[in-house]
């Protein structure tokens, strides 16, 4: 079974940006990948997704974050990226990736993003 780890979390001031990065055991092929975060006290949602059509890759954004972060991945299909901008303190939560299809496999641990002055 793949294995994804995410990293890239940290500490960041109000309007500033982190690039989280998901690395894979091996190679995801062309599966749908995401990425999800969980605030304290609320459920893990699905905020960016990536699907392969035609050799191309789709991104697709939850309204919370479009904009702002963008979701990419590399061509041996081993990691894929957050890119995320103008942070604010509502996006202060755990991040994880999984894939979406087929069916998310165990969680990884996650990359805390903490955005305060």
């Known amino acids: 079974q793949v294995q994804y780890a995410e990293s890239g979390g940290g500490l960041v001031q109000p309007g500033g940006s982190l690039r989280l990065s998901c690395v894979a055991s091996r190679s995801f092929y062309d599966f749908t990948m995401g990425w999800y975060r969980q605030a304290p006290g609320r459920e893990r949602e699905l905020i960016a997704s990536?699907?392969?059509?035609?050799?191309?890759?789709?991104?697709n954004y939850a309204d919370s974050v479009k904009g702002r972060f963008t979701i990419s991945r590399d061509n041996p299909r081993t990691t894929v990226y957050l890119q995320m901008n103008k942070l604010g303190p509502e996006d202060t939560a755990l991040y994880y990736c999984?894939?979406?299809?087929?069916?998310?496999?165990?969680w990884g641990q996650g990359t805390q993003v903490t955005v305060s002055s």
């Open positions: 990536i699907t392969a059509i035609g050799g191309r890759d789709y991104p």
């Open positions: 999984n894939q979406i299809s087929p069916a998310p496999v165990t």
